[in-house]
Protein backbone atom coordinates (compact mmCIF):
# COMPACT_ATOMS: atom_id res chain seq x y z
CA UNK A 1 0.00 0.00 0.00
CA UNK A 2 1.58 3.64 -0.73
CA UNK A 3 2.25 5.68 1.81
CA UNK A 4 2.01 8.79 -0.98
CA UNK A 5 -0.04 11.78 -0.24
CA UNK A 6 -1.88 12.50 -3.38
CA UNK A 7 -1.17 16.55 -2.13
CA UNK A 8 2.63 16.35 -2.76
CA UNK A 9 1.99 16.40 -6.36
CA UNK A 10 1.15 20.25 -7.42
CA UNK A 11 3.95 21.61 -9.20
CA UNK A 12 5.26 25.06 -8.21
CA UNK A 13 5.99 26.60 -11.59
CA UNK A 14 3.35 24.92 -13.59
CA UNK A 15 -0.13 26.11 -13.91
CA UNK A 16 -3.01 23.67 -12.54
CA UNK A 17 -6.27 24.50 -11.40
CA UNK A 18 -6.94 25.38 -7.30
CA UNK A 19 -9.38 22.36 -8.00
CA UNK A 20 -11.43 20.14 -10.32
CA UNK A 21 -10.06 18.87 -13.61
CA UNK A 22 -8.26 20.83 -16.69
CA UNK A 23 -7.69 19.59 -19.82
CA UNK A 24 -6.81 21.19 -22.83
CA UNK A 25 -5.44 25.26 -23.34
CA UNK A 26 -7.66 27.61 -24.56
CA UNK A 27 -8.21 31.03 -25.77
CA UNK A 28 -4.86 31.99 -25.99
CA UNK A 29 -3.79 35.34 -26.15
CA UNK A 30 -2.26 38.64 -25.29
CA UNK A 31 -3.54 41.76 -24.82
CA UNK A 32 -2.35 44.84 -22.63
CA UNK A 33 0.07 43.16 -20.72
CA UNK A 34 -1.26 39.97 -20.20
CA UNK A 35 -1.08 36.24 -21.37
CA UNK A 36 -4.67 34.89 -21.21
CA UNK A 37 -4.81 31.28 -20.67
CA UNK A 38 -8.54 29.60 -20.97
CA UNK A 39 -8.68 26.41 -20.47
CA UNK A 40 -11.08 23.07 -20.67
CA UNK A 41 -12.45 22.69 -17.29
CA UNK A 42 -15.06 21.14 -15.26
CA UNK A 43 -15.58 23.14 -12.03
CA UNK A 44 -17.75 19.83 -10.78
CA UNK A 45 -15.76 16.96 -10.52
CA UNK A 46 -11.91 15.80 -11.04
CA UNK A 47 -12.40 14.04 -14.07
CA UNK A 48 -13.66 15.16 -17.35
CA UNK A 49 -17.63 15.95 -17.56
CA UNK A 50 -19.90 18.80 -19.02
CA UNK A 51 -16.99 21.29 -20.40
CA UNK A 52 -16.57 25.10 -19.53
CA UNK A 53 -13.95 27.40 -19.93
CA UNK A 54 -11.63 28.14 -17.07
CA UNK A 55 -9.70 31.33 -16.88
CA UNK A 56 -6.14 32.56 -15.73
CA UNK A 57 -3.57 35.35 -16.34
CA UNK A 58 -0.01 35.88 -16.12
CA UNK A 59 2.50 38.97 -16.71
CA UNK A 60 5.47 36.55 -16.26
CA UNK A 61 4.32 33.27 -17.92
CA UNK A 62 5.13 31.55 -14.43
CA UNK A 63 3.11 33.28 -11.65
CA UNK A 64 -0.80 32.93 -12.30
CA UNK A 65 -4.24 34.38 -11.51
CA UNK A 66 -7.05 31.93 -11.72
CA UNK A 67 -10.09 34.20 -12.50
CA UNK A 68 -13.98 33.23 -12.79
CA UNK A 69 -14.93 30.48 -15.49
CA UNK A 70 -15.25 32.60 -18.36
CA UNK A 71 -17.69 30.30 -20.12
CA UNK A 72 -20.45 28.18 -19.08
CA UNK A 73 -22.48 25.67 -20.95
CA UNK A 74 -25.64 27.16 -22.70
CA UNK A 75 -28.74 26.04 -24.97
CA UNK A 76 -26.47 25.36 -27.48
CA UNK A 77 -24.44 22.89 -25.57
CA UNK A 78 -20.73 22.10 -23.63
CA UNK A 79 -17.66 24.42 -24.25
CA UNK A 80 -15.30 22.65 -26.03
CA UNK A 81 -11.79 23.60 -27.12
CA UNK A 82 -10.76 27.15 -29.17
CA UNK A 83 -9.18 30.22 -29.37
CA UNK A 84 -9.30 33.71 -29.01
CA UNK A 85 -7.85 36.84 -30.94
CA UNK A 86 -7.75 40.72 -30.50
CA UNK A 87 -10.04 42.78 -32.82
CA UNK A 88 -7.87 45.29 -33.39
CA UNK A 89 -9.96 47.01 -35.93
CA UNK A 90 -13.49 46.22 -35.05
CA UNK A 91 -14.12 43.57 -37.83
CA UNK A 92 -16.56 41.63 -35.82
CA UNK A 93 -18.82 45.03 -34.82
CA UNK A 94 -18.86 43.92 -31.36
CA UNK A 95 -16.52 46.60 -29.94
CA UNK A 96 -16.33 50.92 -30.14
CA UNK A 97 -13.71 52.99 -30.11
CA UNK A 98 -11.20 50.28 -28.26
CA UNK A 99 -10.02 46.98 -29.28
CA UNK A 100 -11.61 43.87 -27.49
CA UNK A 101 -11.22 40.10 -27.45
CA UNK A 102 -13.05 37.27 -29.24
CA UNK A 103 -13.34 34.30 -28.54
CA UNK A 104 -14.12 31.07 -31.17
CA UNK A 105 -14.93 27.87 -29.60
CA UNK A 106 -16.94 24.79 -30.54
CA UNK A 107 -20.76 24.32 -28.67
CA UNK A 108 -20.61 20.32 -28.31
CA UNK A 109 -24.20 19.45 -28.06
CA UNK A 110 -25.76 16.16 -26.87
CA UNK A 111 -28.47 14.56 -29.20
CA UNK A 112 -30.75 11.63 -27.95
CA UNK A 113 -30.58 8.82 -30.31
CA UNK A 114 -27.89 10.60 -32.54
CA UNK A 115 -24.51 11.53 -33.17
CA UNK A 116 -23.48 14.57 -30.73
CA UNK A 117 -23.52 17.49 -32.71
CA UNK A 118 -20.48 20.04 -32.97
CA UNK A 119 -20.76 23.91 -34.23
CA UNK A 120 -18.24 26.93 -34.32
CA UNK A 121 -19.73 29.83 -31.83
CA UNK A 122 -18.40 33.65 -30.69
CA UNK A 123 -18.18 35.55 -27.55
CA UNK A 124 -16.59 38.67 -26.96
CA UNK A 125 -15.23 40.72 -24.17
CA UNK A 126 -15.08 44.58 -24.05
CA UNK A 127 -13.05 44.52 -20.20
CA UNK A 128 -9.52 42.58 -21.08
CA UNK A 129 -11.47 39.26 -20.89
CA UNK A 130 -13.22 39.79 -16.96
CA UNK A 131 -16.64 38.96 -18.62
CA UNK A 132 -17.53 37.45 -21.52
CA UNK A 133 -21.20 38.61 -23.55
CA UNK A 134 -22.03 35.12 -26.41
CA UNK A 135 -23.04 36.37 -29.84
CA UNK A 136 -26.69 36.37 -30.69
CA UNK A 137 -26.29 34.77 -33.64
CA UNK A 138 -24.80 31.91 -32.46
CA UNK A 139 -23.67 29.34 -33.94
CA UNK A 140 -21.57 30.77 -36.62
CA UNK A 141 -20.63 27.59 -38.59
CA UNK A 142 -21.52 24.24 -38.93
CA UNK A 143 -20.77 21.22 -41.13
CA UNK A 144 -23.50 19.01 -42.59
CA UNK A 145 -21.23 15.68 -42.47
CA UNK A 146 -18.63 15.53 -39.96
CA UNK A 147 -19.48 14.41 -36.78
CA UNK A 148 -16.03 15.58 -35.46
CA UNK A 149 -16.07 19.21 -36.00
CA UNK A 150 -14.02 21.36 -33.70
CA UNK A 151 -11.36 23.18 -31.89
CA UNK A 152 -11.29 26.16 -34.03
CA UNK A 153 -7.60 28.24 -34.06
CA UNK A 154 -8.39 31.44 -35.45
CA UNK A 155 -5.99 34.46 -36.65
CA UNK A 156 -5.34 37.62 -38.92
CA UNK A 157 -4.08 36.71 -42.06
CA UNK A 158 -2.56 40.34 -43.43
CA UNK A 159 -1.36 39.30 -47.03
CA UNK A 160 -5.47 38.48 -47.75
CA UNK A 161 -6.86 40.88 -44.68
CA UNK A 162 -9.22 38.14 -43.31
CA UNK A 163 -9.08 35.73 -40.59
CA UNK A 164 -8.50 32.11 -41.06
CA UNK A 165 -9.82 29.52 -39.20
CA UNK A 166 -8.04 25.89 -38.84
CA UNK A 167 -10.60 23.63 -37.69
CA UNK A 168 -10.37 19.51 -36.74
CA UNK A 169 -12.57 17.11 -39.22
CA UNK A 170 -12.39 13.86 -37.72
CA UNK A 171 -8.96 12.68 -39.29
CA UNK A 172 -8.12 15.91 -41.46
CA UNK A 173 -8.10 19.64 -40.24
CA UNK A 174 -9.92 22.46 -42.86
CA UNK A 175 -9.26 25.89 -43.28
CA UNK A 176 -11.94 28.56 -43.43
CA UNK A 177 -11.55 32.57 -44.15
CA UNK A 178 -13.93 35.42 -43.03
CA UNK A 179 -13.89 39.14 -43.16
CA UNK A 180 -15.74 39.59 -39.70
CA UNK A 181 -15.45 36.58 -37.77
CA UNK A 182 -18.91 35.66 -37.94
CA UNK A 183 -19.52 34.40 -41.82
CA UNK A 184 -17.16 31.94 -42.77
CA UNK A 185 -16.39 30.39 -46.30
CA UNK A 186 -14.94 27.10 -46.84
CA UNK A 187 -11.13 27.43 -48.41
CA UNK A 188 -9.76 23.65 -48.52
CA UNK A 189 -9.05 20.76 -46.63
CA UNK A 190 -5.53 19.04 -45.48
CA UNK A 191 -4.65 15.53 -44.05
CA UNK A 192 -5.51 12.93 -46.75
CA UNK A 193 -2.89 10.15 -47.19
CA UNK A 194 -0.36 12.84 -44.69
CA UNK A 195 0.64 12.73 -41.27
CA UNK A 196 -0.08 9.80 -38.86
CA UNK A 197 -3.91 9.28 -38.28
CA UNK A 198 -3.13 6.75 -35.21
CA UNK A 199 -6.39 8.34 -33.49
CA UNK A 200 -8.75 11.45 -34.42
CA UNK A 201 -7.30 14.64 -35.09
CA UNK A 202 -7.76 17.51 -32.67
CA UNK A 203 -6.46 21.01 -31.60
CA UNK A 204 -4.41 22.48 -34.77
CA UNK A 205 -2.51 25.27 -35.02
CA UNK A 206 -0.91 26.94 -37.86
CA UNK A 207 1.92 30.03 -38.22
CA UNK A 208 4.47 31.32 -39.72
CA UNK A 209 8.10 31.14 -38.92
CA UNK A 210 11.47 32.60 -39.89
CA UNK A 211 14.18 29.51 -40.85
CA UNK A 212 17.28 30.40 -38.79
CA UNK A 213 15.79 34.12 -38.18
CA UNK A 214 15.80 34.65 -41.64
CA UNK A 215 12.09 36.24 -42.61
CA UNK A 216 13.07 35.52 -46.54
CA UNK A 217 13.22 31.99 -45.80
CA UNK A 218 9.53 31.72 -43.42
CA UNK A 219 7.98 28.69 -43.78
CA UNK A 220 4.33 28.11 -41.71
CA UNK A 221 4.23 25.44 -39.28
CA UNK A 222 1.00 23.84 -38.90
CA UNK A 223 0.43 21.24 -35.96
CA UNK A 224 -1.86 18.91 -34.93
CA UNK A 225 -3.13 16.69 -32.13
CA UNK A 226 -4.02 12.98 -32.24
CA UNK A 227 -6.10 11.58 -29.64
CA UNK A 228 -5.45 8.07 -27.90
CA UNK A 229 -6.59 5.07 -29.29
CA UNK A 230 -6.29 1.85 -27.29
CA UNK A 231 -4.50 0.06 -30.26
CA UNK A 232 -1.51 2.40 -29.76
CA UNK A 233 0.58 2.32 -26.25
CA UNK A 234 2.01 6.01 -26.62
CA UNK A 235 -1.71 7.63 -26.41
CA UNK A 236 -2.64 11.20 -27.43
CA UNK A 237 0.51 13.12 -28.88
CA UNK A 238 1.29 15.99 -30.96
CA UNK A 239 2.99 16.15 -34.78
CA UNK A 240 4.21 18.91 -37.04
CA UNK A 241 4.12 19.62 -40.38
CA UNK A 242 6.01 22.47 -42.42
CA UNK A 243 5.05 24.04 -45.87
CA UNK A 244 3.67 26.88 -47.41
CA UNK A 245 -0.02 29.12 -47.21
CA UNK A 246 -1.63 31.36 -48.74
CA UNK A 247 -4.68 32.36 -47.50
CA UNK A 248 -6.66 29.52 -48.56
CA UNK A 249 -4.39 26.52 -49.13
CA UNK A 250 -1.52 24.51 -46.86
CA UNK A 251 0.88 22.95 -49.25
CA UNK A 252 3.25 20.41 -47.01
CA UNK A 253 6.68 20.29 -47.78
CA UNK A 254 8.90 17.19 -48.95
CA UNK A 255 10.04 17.02 -44.47
CA UNK A 256 6.06 16.67 -43.93
CA UNK A 257 6.12 13.16 -45.60
CA UNK A 258 7.85 11.93 -42.84
CA UNK A 259 5.88 11.93 -39.24
CA UNK A 260 7.78 13.94 -37.32
CA UNK A 261 6.27 14.16 -33.27
CA UNK A 262 6.61 17.78 -31.09
CA UNK A 263 7.27 15.67 -28.13
CA UNK A 264 8.66 12.34 -27.72
CA UNK A 265 7.43 11.67 -24.03
CA UNK A 266 3.93 11.06 -23.12
CA UNK A 267 2.49 14.27 -21.29
CA UNK A 268 2.30 17.22 -23.68
CA UNK A 269 -0.87 17.03 -25.51
CA UNK A 270 -3.14 19.64 -26.91
CA UNK A 271 -0.97 23.00 -27.01
CA UNK A 272 -1.03 25.86 -29.79
CA UNK A 273 0.22 28.96 -29.52
CA UNK A 274 -0.52 32.52 -28.14
CA UNK A 275 -2.55 34.64 -30.43
CA UNK A 276 -1.64 38.38 -30.55
CA UNK A 277 2.17 38.59 -29.35
CA UNK A 278 3.76 41.68 -29.87
CA UNK A 279 5.99 42.31 -32.85
CA UNK A 280 8.74 43.95 -30.91
CA UNK A 281 8.82 40.83 -28.87
CA UNK A 282 8.41 39.05 -31.62
CA UNK A 283 8.48 35.26 -30.28
CA UNK A 284 5.93 32.27 -30.83
CA UNK A 285 4.82 30.76 -27.89
CA UNK A 286 3.62 27.74 -26.68
CA UNK A 287 1.81 25.59 -23.64
CA UNK A 288 0.30 22.37 -23.87
CA UNK A 289 -1.99 19.89 -21.05
CA UNK A 290 0.55 17.95 -19.46
CA UNK A 291 -1.18 14.74 -19.61
CA UNK A 292 -2.35 11.74 -22.09
CA UNK A 293 -6.02 10.85 -23.08
CA UNK A 294 -4.53 7.42 -22.23
CA UNK A 295 -4.85 7.92 -18.26
CA UNK A 296 -5.52 11.50 -17.53
CA UNK A 297 -8.49 10.66 -15.64
CA UNK A 298 -6.93 8.58 -13.65
CA UNK A 299 -3.28 10.49 -12.08
CA UNK A 300 -3.26 9.73 -8.40
CA UNK A 301 -4.13 13.93 -7.24
CA UNK A 302 -6.44 14.71 -5.14
CA UNK A 303 -8.93 17.96 -5.15
CA UNK A 304 -7.36 18.60 -8.97
CA UNK A 305 -6.52 17.06 -11.82
CA UNK A 306 -4.28 18.62 -15.08
CA UNK A 307 -1.73 21.24 -15.36
CA UNK A 308 0.43 22.55 -17.89
CA UNK A 309 4.17 22.57 -19.61
CA UNK A 310 6.08 25.16 -18.93
CA UNK A 311 5.84 27.80 -22.07
CA UNK A 312 7.70 27.34 -24.60
CA UNK A 313 9.50 29.49 -27.97
CA UNK A 314 9.02 27.75 -31.19
CA UNK A 315 11.38 28.63 -33.67
CA UNK A 316 12.73 27.07 -37.11
CA UNK A 317 16.07 25.87 -37.50
CA UNK A 318 18.39 24.08 -39.97
CA UNK A 319 19.91 21.17 -37.92
CA UNK A 320 22.33 18.42 -39.51
CA UNK A 321 20.91 20.09 -42.68
CA UNK A 322 17.09 19.80 -41.90
CA UNK A 323 14.92 22.09 -41.03
CA UNK A 324 13.46 20.99 -37.82
CA UNK A 325 10.87 22.72 -35.21
CA UNK A 326 12.58 23.62 -32.08
CA UNK A 327 11.67 24.21 -28.59
CA UNK A 328 13.05 26.26 -26.04
CA UNK A 329 12.15 26.93 -22.25
CA UNK A 330 10.49 30.81 -22.26
CA UNK A 331 12.93 32.85 -20.60
CA UNK A 332 10.72 34.69 -18.16
CA UNK A 333 11.82 31.12 -16.44
CA UNK A 334 15.39 32.54 -15.57
CA UNK A 335 13.82 35.20 -13.51
CA UNK A 336 12.99 32.70 -10.91
CA UNK A 337 16.22 30.88 -10.49
CA UNK A 338 18.17 30.44 -7.34
CA UNK A 339 21.08 29.63 -8.24
CA UNK A 340 22.35 26.09 -6.30
CA UNK A 341 25.37 24.84 -8.14
CA UNK A 342 27.83 26.07 -10.75
CA UNK A 343 30.57 24.42 -12.27
CA UNK A 344 33.19 24.34 -15.13
CA UNK A 345 34.92 21.86 -16.55
CA UNK A 346 34.57 19.62 -13.31
CA UNK A 347 35.11 16.01 -13.44
CA UNK A 348 32.11 13.41 -12.85
CA UNK A 349 33.93 12.17 -9.56
CA UNK A 350 33.35 16.05 -8.03
CA UNK A 351 30.02 16.33 -9.79
CA UNK A 352 28.80 13.15 -7.87
CA UNK A 353 30.11 14.10 -4.86
CA UNK A 354 28.48 17.62 -4.62
CA UNK A 355 25.05 15.79 -5.87
CA UNK A 356 25.16 13.68 -3.18
CA UNK A 357 24.71 17.02 -0.86
CA UNK A 358 21.53 17.87 -2.52
CA UNK A 359 18.13 17.50 -1.71
CA UNK A 360 15.93 19.43 -4.35
CA UNK A 361 12.21 18.69 -5.62
CA UNK A 362 11.36 21.90 -8.00
CA UNK A 363 14.61 23.00 -10.33
CA UNK A 364 16.35 23.16 -13.21
CA UNK A 365 19.60 21.65 -14.38
CA UNK A 366 21.69 22.46 -17.42
CA UNK A 367 24.77 20.43 -18.55
CA UNK A 368 27.20 20.31 -21.00
CA UNK A 369 29.81 17.75 -22.06
CA UNK A 370 31.57 15.73 -25.18
CA UNK A 371 29.30 14.53 -27.89
CA UNK A 372 30.80 10.78 -27.80
CA UNK A 373 30.22 10.39 -24.08
CA UNK A 374 27.17 8.99 -22.35
CA UNK A 375 25.68 10.43 -19.24
CA UNK A 376 22.80 9.51 -17.06
CA UNK A 377 21.09 11.97 -14.07
CA UNK A 378 18.75 10.07 -11.14
CA UNK A 379 16.37 12.33 -10.20
CA UNK A 380 13.44 12.38 -7.66
CA UNK A 381 15.28 9.70 -6.08
CA UNK A 382 14.78 8.16 -2.77
CA UNK A 383 14.49 4.70 -0.91
CA UNK A 384 12.39 3.28 -3.90
CA UNK A 385 11.93 5.46 -6.54
CA UNK A 386 13.94 7.49 -8.97
CA UNK A 387 13.35 8.44 -12.35
CA UNK A 388 16.54 8.74 -14.93
CA UNK A 389 17.08 11.14 -17.49
CA UNK A 390 20.49 10.42 -19.99
CA UNK A 391 21.73 10.86 -23.10
CA UNK A 392 23.12 7.14 -24.71
CA UNK A 393 25.62 8.46 -27.12
CA UNK A 394 26.20 5.06 -28.94
CA UNK A 395 21.96 4.97 -30.03
CA UNK A 396 21.90 8.69 -30.49
CA UNK A 397 19.18 8.99 -28.15
CA UNK A 398 18.37 11.16 -25.38
CA UNK A 399 15.61 9.42 -22.98
CA UNK A 400 13.84 9.46 -19.86
CA UNK A 401 13.19 6.22 -18.23
CA UNK A 402 10.09 6.35 -15.81
CA UNK A 403 9.68 2.83 -14.44
CA UNK A 404 10.85 3.27 -11.28
CA UNK A 405 9.59 6.92 -10.90
CA UNK A 406 6.65 6.50 -8.02
CA UNK A 407 2.96 5.80 -8.16
CA UNK A 408 2.22 4.49 -11.62
CA UNK A 409 -0.16 1.39 -11.46
CA UNK A 410 -3.20 3.48 -11.93
CA UNK A 411 -2.54 2.38 -15.49
CA UNK A 412 -0.43 -0.55 -17.60
CA UNK A 413 1.65 1.89 -19.67
CA UNK A 414 2.36 4.36 -17.69
CA UNK A 415 5.74 3.40 -16.16
CA UNK A 416 8.30 2.90 -18.67
CA UNK A 417 11.02 4.39 -21.15
CA UNK A 418 10.67 7.32 -23.39
CA UNK A 419 13.26 7.88 -25.91
CA UNK A 420 14.20 10.36 -28.87
CA UNK A 421 17.12 10.74 -31.79
CA UNK A 422 19.35 13.27 -30.85
CA UNK A 423 21.88 14.58 -33.60
CA UNK A 424 24.54 16.58 -32.52
CA UNK A 425 26.48 18.98 -34.68
CA UNK A 426 28.61 20.92 -32.17
CA UNK A 427 31.23 18.18 -30.52
CA UNK A 428 28.78 18.69 -27.56
CA UNK A 429 25.98 17.07 -25.92
CA UNK A 430 23.40 20.45 -23.94
CA UNK A 431 20.93 19.33 -21.65
CA UNK A 432 18.51 21.20 -19.96
CA UNK A 433 16.13 19.40 -17.77
CA UNK A 434 13.15 20.86 -16.01
CA UNK A 435 11.69 18.91 -12.58
CA UNK A 436 8.56 19.81 -10.86
CA UNK A 437 6.44 17.88 -8.45
CA UNK A 438 5.05 15.78 -10.41
CA UNK A 439 6.69 16.44 -14.08
CA UNK A 440 9.89 16.12 -15.55
CA UNK A 441 10.72 18.68 -19.28
CA UNK A 442 13.63 17.47 -20.93
CA UNK A 443 15.60 20.04 -24.00
CA UNK A 444 18.14 18.25 -25.57
CA UNK A 445 20.68 19.69 -27.50
CA UNK A 446 19.21 23.21 -27.20
CA UNK A 447 15.71 22.07 -28.37
CA UNK A 448 16.27 19.90 -31.16
CA UNK A 449 14.39 16.88 -29.21
CA UNK A 450 12.24 17.03 -26.42
CA UNK A 451 10.05 14.64 -23.80
CA UNK A 452 7.76 15.62 -21.20
CA UNK A 453 6.45 13.30 -18.57
CA UNK A 454 4.94 13.21 -15.53
CA UNK A 455 6.11 11.00 -12.64
CA UNK A 456 4.34 10.28 -9.17
CA UNK A 457 7.50 9.62 -6.80
CA UNK A 458 6.53 10.43 -2.68
CA UNK A 459 7.61 13.80 -1.16
CA UNK A 460 10.66 12.76 0.18
CA UNK A 461 12.16 11.38 -2.81
CA UNK A 462 14.61 14.21 -3.73
CA UNK A 463 17.78 12.85 -4.66
CA UNK A 464 20.29 13.44 -7.38
CA UNK A 465 23.04 11.58 -8.65
CA UNK A 466 24.78 11.18 -12.05
CA UNK A 467 26.46 8.44 -13.95
CA UNK A 468 29.08 7.29 -16.68
CA UNK A 469 30.72 4.66 -18.12
CA UNK A 470 33.70 6.79 -18.53
CA UNK A 471 35.17 7.54 -15.19
CA UNK A 472 37.57 10.38 -16.77
CA UNK A 473 34.11 12.30 -18.57
CA UNK A 474 34.25 16.24 -17.46
CA UNK A 475 30.99 18.25 -17.74
CA UNK A 476 32.28 21.33 -19.58
CA UNK A 477 29.70 23.16 -17.69
CA UNK A 478 26.95 22.37 -15.22
CA UNK A 479 24.67 24.15 -13.12
CA UNK A 480 21.65 23.47 -10.68
CA UNK A 481 18.92 26.16 -10.31
CA UNK A 482 16.10 26.03 -7.55
CA UNK A 483 12.70 27.36 -9.34
CA UNK A 484 10.66 28.50 -6.82
CA UNK A 485 8.59 31.69 -8.25
CA UNK A 486 6.91 34.05 -5.31
CA UNK A 487 3.37 33.18 -4.95
CA UNK A 488 0.70 36.15 -5.92
CA UNK A 489 -2.50 36.27 -4.02
CA UNK A 490 -5.34 34.38 -6.42
CA UNK A 491 -2.63 31.92 -7.78
CA UNK A 492 -3.02 28.51 -7.56
CA UNK A 493 -1.96 26.80 -3.98
Known amino acids: MSTISTSDYRGVYHFSPKEKWMNDPNGMVFFKGEYHLFYQHHPFGTTWGPMHWGHAVTRDLVTWEELPIALAPDEHGMIFSGSAVVDWNNTSGFFDDEPGLVAIFTHHQE????????RQSLAYSKDSGRTWIKYEGNPVLEHESFVDFRDPKVFWHEQTKEWIMIIACGQTVCLYHSPDLKDWTVGSEFGTGIGSHDGVWECPDLFPLAVDGDMSQEKWVMLVSIGADPAFKEGSR???????????????????????????????????????????DGRRLFMGWMSNWMYANQTPTEDYRGAMTIARELTLETRNSKVVLIQRPARELEQFRTSVLSLQDASISQVS???????????????????????????????????????????????????????????????????????????????????????????????????TDLIYPDAGSKGISVQSGNKDLVFSSLHIYELSPIRTEGQSE
Open 111 to 118: VADHHPVQ
Open 238 to 280: TQYFTGDFNGTTFVPDEASHTVRWLDYGRDNYAGVSWSDIPAE
Open 353 to 451: ELLSTLHLINYEIHAEWASDQSVQFALRSGMDYETLVGVDANRNEVYIDRSRSGVGSFHEHFLGRHGAELKVDDGKQHLRIFVDYSSVEVFANDGQAVI
